[in-house]
């Protein structure tokens, strides 16, 4: 079965400083999709960006950014000049393709500090 | 507006009664899903809706039991029977699995169930 591990609970990045969270995962698939939801204190879950394994091109959105490391089965999200906006709850989720069952990891706690 | 509602926000129930969580989207998305959502778990899968009238087990299914008479709307029922019912729940869609597309999951603003 498919496992997604966020190993750090809770993280802090100074306001205009650069912080990455980790992701890894668990999976005998070679076709599948990786996300990175986030999840504000509204607790309104908001998708950040996407990626499909078999695009070797890391995704990027805006100051979001990932790096994919397929062998390693490794998805850390990098956010670049911190906002207190983006103080939020943020979790790594796994689908295998053609199927409908996400797997979410445990999330990461990011607090920005002003 | 397209989007996933919920209702109430806030739920309160005495122990020993079931409740009924609602959720209705208008997105035209052909897969529905309720997590359950505990401080430090994650999202736990209680079931996911693929189709109509056809929907399967998640991970925590025990206690819980749901229909999908329509395509819109995909209500939770928490029976008497879940030991531990206070939480927040989320509901999700997301459209028909195609080559190509983003495969995301739409979420509505979650119910607080607090069981008294």
């Known amino acids: 079965a498919q496992t997604v591990t966020q190993s750090q609970p809770e993280m802090s990045v100074q306001e205009a400083e650069t912080v990455t969270l980790s992701c890894t995962y668990d999976?005998?698939?070679?076709?599948?999709?990786l996300f990175w939801y986030k999840q504000p204190p509204s607790r309104q879950m908001i998708l950040v960006i996407r990626?499909?394994?078999?695009?070797?091109q890391n995704a990027t959105e805006n100051r979001f950014s990932v790096n994919f490391q397929k062998a390693a089965k490794s998805f850390s999200l990098k956010i670049s000049d911190s906002q207190l906006g983006d103080a939020a709850m943020y979790f790594c989720?796994?689908?295998?393709?053609?199927?409908?069952?996400?797997?979410f990891g445990t999330g990461t706690r990011l607090k920005v500090l002003a | 507006d397209g989007g996933i509602t919920q209702s109430p926000k806030y739920l309160f129930r005495k122990e020993g009664q079931n409740v009924t969580l609602s959720c209705e989207q208008n997105?035209?998305?052909?897969?529905m899903y309720w997590y359950r959502q505990d401080p430090g778990q994650g999202l736990r899968l209680i079931y996911y809706?693929?189709?109509?009238?056809?929907?399967q087990k998640g991970d925590i299914a025990e206690g819980y039991s749901v229909s999908r008479e329509k395509k819109e709307s995909f209500p939770l029922t928490v029976t008497s029977a879940q030991k531990n019912p206070t939480a927040f729940y989320l509901c999700?869609?997301?459209?028909?699995?195609?080559?190509?597309?983003?495969?995301?999951?739409?979420f509505g603003p979650g119910t607080r169930l607090t069981v008294l």
């Open positions: 999700a869609s997301s459209p028909m699995r195609l080559a190509g597309s983003y495969n995301e999951q739409f």
């Open positions: 999976t005998s698939e070679s076709d599948y999709y």
């Open positions: 990626q499909e394994a078999y695009k070797q």
């Open positions: 989720a796994y689908l295998t393709s053609g199927t409908y069952k996400y797997i």
């Open positions: 997105l035209n998305h052909d897969a």
């Open positions: 809706s693929q189709i109509v009238n056809d929907f």
